[in-house]
T-cell receptor, first 115, second 115 residues
Framework: AQSVTQLGSHVSVSEGALVLLRCNYS??????LFWYVQYPNQGLQLLLK??????LVKGINGFEAEFKKSETSFHLTKPSAHMSDAAEYFC?????????????FGDGTTLTVKP | DTEVTQTPKHLVMGMTNKKSLKCEQH?????MYWYKQKAKKPPELMFV???????INESVPSRFSPECPNSSLLNLHLHALQPEDSALYLC??????????????FGSGTRLTVV
């Protein structure tokens, strides 16, 4: 069975500072991995995805994430935070095997950006 | 068209009412999903339709009844709901199928309040 853990339910950074949101997964084989962002009163939007091509994945809005198999991690980073990055961020995993079931979401991390 | 459209955006209903939520996508995606999301929580899967057939029902109470009239449309019929069913209801679609290996495209959701 797969699972995903997001370390830190709340992260606060200053505008212009590095953003680091942590995600670790548990799966018998490396799964597909995703980061989604959710702004207040909106649906989730796909930021980026890892599907076993490059280990460093670039997404929208200047975000990127690195897949590290040895650490079973897929942390999300952005070099310089902007006020508009304040939102809820969800890490998710999907199984590699077509018949292995559905996607699983982490509990989410609320990112606050201070002026 | 790269969107999932949900209507209505807001819905207030009494516990004896019958209402329906609607979802539409024209991306040719093969799977469509209903998720329920409470405040500050990750989305919880309710139903999955794959190729217009119900693939997953996550033991959802029968007062929620899904329907997939065709490959572009997904409905969620609501009857005799309880106040604890108040939540954001999200529709999503995926290109491949149940496991969403390429990620989800989410609608903006219906904010449901049961009074």
């Amino acid at each position: 069975a797969q699972s995903v853990t997001q370390l830190g339910s709340h992260v606060s950074v200053s505008e212009g500072a590095l953003v680091l949101l942590r995600c670790n997964y548990s799966s018998s084989v490396p799964p597909y991995l995703f980061w989604y962002v959710q702004y207040p009163n909106q649906g989730l939007q796909l930021l980026l995805k890892y599907t076993s091509a490059a280990t460093l994945v670039k997404g929208i809005n200047g975000f990127e994430a690195e897949f590290k198999k040895s650490e079973t991690s897929f942390h999300l980073t952005k070099p310089s935070a902007h006020m508009s990055d304040a939102a809820e961020y969800f890490c998710a995993v999907s199984p590699l095997n077509t018949n292995a079931g559905k996607s699983t979401f982490g509990d989410g991390t609320t990112l606050t950006v201070k002026p | 068209d790269t969107e999932v459209t949900q209507t209505p955006k807001h819905l207030v209903m009494g516990m004896t009412n019958k209402k329906s939520l609607k979802c539409e996508q024209h991306m040719g995606h093969r799977a469509m999903y209903w998720y329920k999301q409470k405040a500050k929580k990750p989305p919880e899967l309710m139903f999955v339709y794959s190729y217009e057939k119900l693939s997953i029902n996550e033991s959802v109470p029968s007062r929620f009844s899904p329907e997939c009239p065709n490959s572009s449309l997904l409905n969620l019929h609501l009857h005799a709901l309880q106040p604890e069913d108040s939540a954001l209801y999200l529709c999503a679609s995926s290109q491949d199928g149940v496991r969403a290996a390429y990620g989800y495209t989410f609608g903006s959701g219906t904010r449901l309040t049961v009074v």
